[in-house]
């Protein structure tokens, strides 16, 4: 007997658009792991791959706009996490992973990336004694790259605040963790050197896991560093965290409050030193005046012996003078700089988010995506989409029930 029920008879067409609404629908962002294998860089700058395992594979590609920010750029034989999107190619009907990001696969694959990663740029000379620059003697002028937001920057002009001769801070502010972060932390370098913003630059930021700290063992970061023509201390986590761009810096600090005494140490120094020769040339004037009273009693000339002492005391009087005068000169130089850096915190804290929300405003987000980007349009939105509304205290959950885009353009 025959069924008299008819199948549907699909034009290959139809099925692949079926399977490519299918696929798509099912999973709109993914991660993948597995190893790489016929990696193929294209001449428009994207790169192509297999991504297998012992018993299936997958093609991948990573376009030329998401192949500059990845955190590692793929190669054969790695071990990876590729996260992306499946895409369907309708006219070959066949599928691939449109890869968003490229990151080793565990700690220890991490740690073996960086460790290659290392010799191939310590054999190109980049973290070479020889080629370290020394800090300035007394720099007047220091350049800080780190997050605006963070403990490093508070740690920093604590630490020269607390000085009596601190330099002036330029802050040159990044995101200092992320995808995005290597390139801004690069740009902030050159933009240092390009615009000679101080005399010594430093790069910080705190401590965190290695995952965290990647962006300072990013060859983007690490280049910038041996090619800037400024002096760089690096400040990076704690002291047990050591970075490829700390090896590839003039000086290397264990943290960002070190880097900030390194500095400070030597402006400090200055008024030390200065103190210390006003020392010498007293005690130098008075052994020279004792010498020339033992001769004078030997020679019987008294009046010529109180003249001298006279002269000893006009002296120390003059150098007291010179003494005072040198720390009310550092005093005035001082107090325009402490009021800058208590200006420069408040103005931190006022542009902190918290300090923003606290003023009647919220923070956006999708509940459902994993980096939980800030949404700051509402065209990013559609109807149903659940989203995470965060104020100043306090979080709240909610869905969008009617959107009403404002498509006024500013005149």
């Known amino acids: 007997m025959f069924s008299s029920e008819r199948r549907p008879v699909w034009s290959v067409s139809e099925l692949t658009r079926a399977i490519k609404g299918q696929l798509e629908d099912t999973f709109p962002s993914l991660s993948v792991e597995g190893e790489i294998s016929n990696c193929r860089p294209s001449a428009a ?3 192509y791959f297999t991504l297998k395992d012992s018993t299936a594979m997958i093609s991948a590609a990573l376009f030329r706009g998401k192949a500059s920010r990845v955190e590692e750029k793929p190669q054969d034989g790695m071990h990876v996490v590729v996260t992306g999107k499946i895409d369907v190619y309708a006219p070959r009907g066949s599928y691939q992973i449109i890869v968003d990001n490229v990151k080793p696969a565990g ?11 290392k010799r191939a740029l310590g054999a190109e000379g980049l973290f070479d004694q020889e080629k370290k620059q020394p800090l300035p003697p007394y720099p007047r002028r220091v350049a800080v790259i780190t ?3 963070g403990a490093a920057v508070r740690d920093i002009l604590q630490v020269l605040a607390r000085r009596s001769a601190a330099p002036r801070v330029t802050l040159l502010p990044t995101i ?30 705190g401590g965190g896991s290695l995952e965290d700290l990647m962006a300072f063992n990013e060859e983007v970061v690490v280049r910038a560093v041996a090619a800037c023509p400024l002096p760089v ?15 590839a810096s003039d000086v290397r600090a264990a943290t960002p409050s070190a880097a900030a005494e390194l500095v400070s140490d030597r402006s400090e120094d200055l008024l030390l030193r200065a103190r210390g020769f006003r020392r010498e040339a007293a005690g130098l004037i008075s052994a020279r005046l004792d010498t020339a009273g033992h001769r004078l ?12 002492a006279g002269r000893l005391e006009e002296a120390m009087r003059g150098s007291d003078e010179a003494r005072r005068e040198l720390e009310r000169a550092a005093a005035e130089r001082l107090q325009p700089l402490r009021r800058r850096l208590e200006l420069a915190g408040r103005s931190l804290n006022d542009a902190s988010p918290k300090a923003v929300m606290a003023r009647g405003y919220a923070r956006v987000s999708l509940i459902n995506d994993p980096r939980g980007r800030s949404i700051s349009d509402s065209q990013h939105l559609k109807e149903n989409d659940e989203i995470k509304v965060e104020f100043a205290r306090g979080t709240a959950d909610a869905r969008i029930s009617k959107l009403h885009n404002d498509s006024k353009k500013e005149g």
């Open 45 to 47: 700058g994207h790169i």
């Open 107 to 117: 700690k220890g694959a991490l740690l073996e990336a960086l460790e290659k990663r």
């Open 147 to 149: 997050s605006p937001t």
């Open 176 to 205: 200092v963790q992320g995808s995005e972060a290597p390139e801004k932390i690069a740009a902030q370098i050159r933009r240092a050197a390009a615009y000679n913003l101080g005399d010594v630059v430093i790069i910080a930021r």
């Open 233 to 247: 201390i690096s400040g990076v986590g704690h002291e047990i965290d050591i970075s490829l761009a700390d090896l």
């Open 297 to 308: 009693d030997k020679a019987g000339i008294r009046e010529l012996s109180h003249l001298a």
